[in-house]
T-cell receptor, first 112, second 117 residues
């Protein structure tokens, strides 16, 4: 069974601080996706990483896919209150049908 | 850009009743996925369809069934509802490309919040 372990599960920081969220697995994924979810809403895609070692940047967010394609990280620089939300990593399941396996999520609170 | 549409957005049912959730994928997307997200939990895969055929099955109860229609929209039918079925139900869509069926990124709808009383 493929599992994604996401850490930390909760994070409360001050505006302007940096943070990193980790997503780890013992399984290899052909791709990993990062989503942000607001309460009561659907997950919104932030990025998809496909190539081992790949780094993608989205404004103050930097995403990295591990060389072995078993782990990924999300780094936020100078966090702002608008970054508050639930961040989910998700990998494609082993069935090659596209179903996603989600991590437990990281609830981020950025205080002004 | 058009997004995934789900209806209804909110639904309240009594125990043992039935419910039907609808999903309209992004235009030209041929694959639909259903996920269930309980309070404070991550989304769990239920079932998926590609070109109107079931392509994968996850932790979907036997009381639930789903199908994808000729216009690619999908419906999740839930019978004999139980209190534990209260959750957010998400539909996502994607497009498979090429002979290798490389699956593209999934885009999620806003979800249907089901409350079973």
């Amino acid at each position: 069974t493929q599992l994604l372990e996401q850490s930390p599960q909760f994070l409360s920081i001050q505006e302007g601080e940096n943070l990193t969220v980790y997503c780890n697995s013992s399984s290899v994924f052909s791709s990993l996706q990062w989503y942000r979810q607001e309460p009561g809403e659907g997950p919104v895609l932030l990025v998809t990483v496909v190539t081992g070692g790949e780094v993608k940047k989205l404004k103050r967010l930097t995403f990295q896919f591990g060389d072995a394609r078993k782990d990924s990280s999300l780094h936020i620089t100078a966090a702002q209150p608008g970054d508050t939300g639930l961040y989910l990593c998700a990998g494609d399941g082993s069935s090659n049908t596209g179903k996603l396996i989600f991590g437990q999520g990281t609830t981020l609170q950025v205080k002004p | 850009a058009a997004g995934v549409i789900q209806s209804p957005r909110h639904l309240i049912k009594e125990k043992r009743e039935t419910a039907t959730l609808k999903c309209y994928p992004i235009p030209r997307h041929d694959t639909v996925y259903w996920y269930q997200q309980g309070p404070g939990q991550d989304p769990q895969f239920l079932i998926s369809f590609y070109e109107k055929m079931q392509s994968d099955k996850g932790s979907i109860p036997d009381r639930f069934s789903a199908q994808q229609f000729s216009d690619y929209h999908s419906e999740l039918n839930m019978s004999s509802l139980e209190l534990g079925d209260s959750a957010l139900y998400f539909c996502a869509s994607s497009l498979r490309r090429g002979v290798d069926f490389v699956v593209e990124t999934q885009y999620f709808g806003p979800g249907t919040r089901l409350l079973v009383l």
